[in-house]
């Protein structure tokens, strides 16, 4: 039996949407993802931004699917920051100030239908154990590295939020002792020195300190994503920063399976896009740090999902109540 469920994947900066049509039978299969709609999200825009922005974009992806309501069975939602899944609450962005919306009550009586709600990372992870490369895996951790860094954990089969909604806040593991100042105020977290931002950085202060490697290089723009075409292209500087940032995340990674102990970690996100860059510095990395007796057969690899993970994380809730 196919059902179709409305997912909305709202992100810091965007918001999209899309018609998830699922095969429910014992392995659940994404038959097709259709309408996909995609708006970006003012810094300051608000509930009202949020509610409005959201209203539009379902209305497309209906009408690009050529399916109405009346069609759909159910809502998954994924939120950016602190969500409480249980209530459908939207607790807190720090990025938009955004506190305290019950925006599963909102959708749920706007639609009329069940709206399935949780946390984007965690919403990821899940979907990995849905339809990704976590099928049949019951101990995972779900890295996203994007403009920052977040982890979600599967535990004995289900999402493990932690005590205060807080498990696997990867980004802010310190990996460099004094390094560069985080957004939550400590110095050398992982997502101050390999989210894609700090790639950037870690580029141009690398350009700045040596006039030979700044001469053999001009990018338009230095964006994580183009120095990674840089290092696919032969650039030094480009090569050593993405081998650095794999140093960095295969230390975070080894700590987390110190206290884990998972059978797999994922890696997802935009800066995963150029995994190949990193992953054998990382690998190398975490077999150096990760207390092997038992760690050795963690696998460490690429989200199955690719750039649509979040949409996939949004079904996977619907689809797993
Ligand atoms: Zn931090």
């Given at each position: 039996?196919?059902?179709?469920?409305?997912?909305?994947?709202?992100?810091?900066?965007?918001?999209?949407?899309?018609?998830?049509?699922?095969?429910?039978?014992?392995t659940k299969v994404m038959?097709?993802?259709?309408?996909?709609?995609?708006?970006?999200?003012?810094?300051?825009?608000?509930?009202?931004?949020?509610?409005?922005?959201?209203?539009?974009?379902?209305?497309?992806?209906?009408?690009?699917?050529?399916?109405?309501?009346?069609?759909?069975?159910?809502?998954?939602?994924?939120?950016?920051?602190?969500?409480?899944?249980?209530?459908?609450?939207?607790?807190?962005?720090?990025?938009?100030?955004?506190?305290?919306?019950?925006?599963?009550?909102?959708?749920?009586?706007?639609?009329?239908?069940?709206?399935?709600?949780?946390?984007?990372?965690?919403?990821c992870a899940w979907a990995e154990k849905i339809f990704g490369v976590c099928q049949g895996v019951?101990?995972f951790?779900w890295?996203?590295?994007?403009?920052?860094?977040?982890?979600?954990?599967?535990?004995?089969?289900?999402?493990?939020?932690?005590?205060?909604?807080?498990?696997?806040?990867?980004?802010?593991?310190?990996?460099?002792?004094?390094?560069?100042?985080?957004?939550?105020?400590?110095?050398?977290?992982?997502?101050?020195?390999?989210?894609?931002?700090?790639?950037?950085?870690?580029?141009?202060?690398?350009?700045?300190?040596?006039?030979?490697?700044?001469?053999?290089?001009?990018?338009?723009?230095?964006?994580?994503?183009?120095?990674?075409?840089?290092?696919?292209?032969?650039?030094?500087?480009?090569?050593?920063?993405?081998?650095?940032?794999?140093?960095?995340?295969?230390?975070?990674?080894?700590?987390?399976?110190?206290?884990?102990?998972?059978?797999k970690i994922i890696f997802g996100g935009?800066?995963s896009q150029?995994f190949?860059?990193?992953?054998?510095?990382?690998?190398?990395?975490?077999?150096?740090?990760?207390?092997?007796?038992?760690?050795?057969?963690?696998t460490l690899e690429r989200t199955g999902l690719g750039y649509e993970a979040g949409l996939y994380g949004?079904?996977s809730?619907?689809?797993?109540?």
């Amino acid at each position: 039996m196919v059902k179709n469920i409305l997912v909305i994947d709202i992100g810091g900066s965007k918001i999209l949407t899309a018609l998830a049509s699922v095969e429910i039978s014992k392995t659940k299969v994404m038959d097709s993802l259709r309408g996909i709609q995609k708006q970006t999200l003012a810094p300051a825009c608000g509930i009202d931004g949020v509610r409005k922005t959201i209203t539009e974009l379902v209305q497309q992806t209906l009408n690009a699917a050529r399916c109405d309501l009346a069609n759909c069975h159910a809502i998954g939602v994924t939120i950016p920051g602190v969500a409480d899944a249980k209530t459908g609450r939207w607790v807190y962005a720090p990025f938009s100030g955004i506190r305290d919306y019950p925006i599963g009550d909102e959708l749920r009586h706007r639609y009329g239908l069940p709206v399935f709600a949780e946390n984007d990372v965690n919403a990821c992870a899940w979907a990995e154990k849905i339809f990704g490369v976590c099928q049949g895996v019951n101990d995972f951790l779900w890295i996203t590295i994007s403009n920052g860094i977040g982890g979600g954990l599967v535990l004995n089969g289900r999402i493990h939020p932690g005590a205060f909604a807080g498990a696997a806040e990867m980004g802010h593991i310190v990996v460099v002792e004094g390094g560069q100042l985080c957004g939550c105020t400590h110095r050398g977290c992982l997502e101050a020195e390999a989210a894609g931002p700090a790639i950037a950085k870690r580029f141009t202060r690398m350009l700045e300190a040596n006039r030979q490697l700044r001469e053999s290089c001009s990018l338009p723009e230095v964006t994580a994503q183009t120095i990674a075409e840089a290092a696919r292209n032969g650039n030094p500087a480009a090569i050593e920063t993405f081998r650095t940032t794999g140093h960095l995340l295969g230390r975070a990674a080894a700590f987390a399976a110190n206290i884990v102990n998972p059978e797999k970690i994922i890696f997802g996100g935009g800066v995963s896009q150029a995994f190949e860059l990193f992953a054998d510095e990382m690998k190398k990395t975490f077999t150096e740090q990760a207390f092997q007796s038992v760690n050795s057969k963690v696998t460490l690899e690429r989200t199955g999902l690719g750039y649509e993970a979040g949409l996939y994380g949004a079904a996977s809730l619907a689809v797993d109540a």
